[in-house]
């Protein structure tokens, strides 16, 4: 089974509170893009547990420490299939609040629920899912929504960006989710995200935000470069998504090649 596990982006991000267990509680509108993995999960001839390669962007560690194969194991432990084969290529940065590895575990779930017919409802694959990591149930439904609590609770919200262009741009440079969340001071807005992304797109340049920028912005300025490049271009929305380090513009039309965002990995195309 082929599958093609999505990066996502954050319309803005606000760091409501911190919790009693360390966690904070957020509000955020995620919302899936293009920019995907190639995950492929076959029935083994050969092994008696799984086998697990890679290639595309290099992966480091042991696989036992990877978000996939902790899925497999989540579903070994409680239900009863056969050995697997995984095969991954890796076009998601890390480090980049784009999801990559999330999405991978969430896909990892699906597929083995459908390829062995598992029968699992996609309430269930989302409790397994938030055990893996607070952004991978967003994964399983795969659609924009409205999320609070630590990012796992969700409501639908009709938000469609299709027919917008999004360039997404990330440097050479991982930003530590713990750190970003240390350095931050959590407050309730004053209006809620869910109805600022209610706005029209041209308005959310000086509505919607990201906590995480301020902190992120003053260690790392080439960020905050990259954000102020995108608005040279013409974006009309300019953000970094989740803490960093992507920024990604929303674009009425395709922008122009432009030598700023040279040496960096970038990736657009258009919206759905």
Request: aromatic share 10%.
């Amino acid at each position: 089974m082929l599958t093609f596990p999505n990066a996502k982006i954050n319309l803005g991000l606000n760091i409501v509170e911190k919790r009693a267990d360390g966690y904070h509680n957020i509000e955020t509108v995620f919302y899936p893009i293009g920019l995907c993995d190639v995950l492929e999960v076959v029935p083994s001839e050969t092994c008696t547990d799984y086998s697990f390669s890679s290639s595309g962007i290099t992966i480091d560690g042991d696989p036992e420490d990877n978000l996939i194969v902790k899925a497999y194991r989540l579903l070994r432990s409680e239900y009863q299939f056969p050995a697997i084969d995984i095969s991954l290529i890796k076009q998601i940065p890390f480090g980049a609040g784009l999801g990559g590895g999330s999405a991978d575990a969430a896909f990892m779930l699906k597929a083995i629920n459908e390829l062995f017919t598992l029968k699992l409802t996609p309430k269930k694959l989302e409790k397994l899912a938030s055990s893996l990591g607070a952004d991978c149930p967003v994964f399983i439904r795969n659609r924009p929504v409205f999320a609070t609590g630590i990012g796992n609770a969700f409501t639908s919200i009709d938000l469609s960006l299709k027919g917008y262009f999004l360039l997404l741009v990330k440097p050479d440079i991982h930003v530590s989710t713990p750190e970003a969340y240390s350095l931050v001071v959590p407050e309730k807005p004053e209006t809620s995200l869910l109805e600022l992304i209610k706005q029209p797109v041209s308005n959310w340049k000086n509505t919607i935000k990201n906590d995480f920028e301020k902190s992120v912005f003053a260690r790392y300025p080439s960020i905050n470069k990259i954000k102020n490049d995108l608005y040279e271009m013409g974006a009309v929305y300019a953000s970094m998504s989740g803490s960093g380090s992507s920024v990604f513009g929303i674009f009425e039309t395709e922008p122009e090649k432009n030598d700023l965002l040279e040496g960096f990995f970038v990736m657009g195309g258009m919206l759905e």
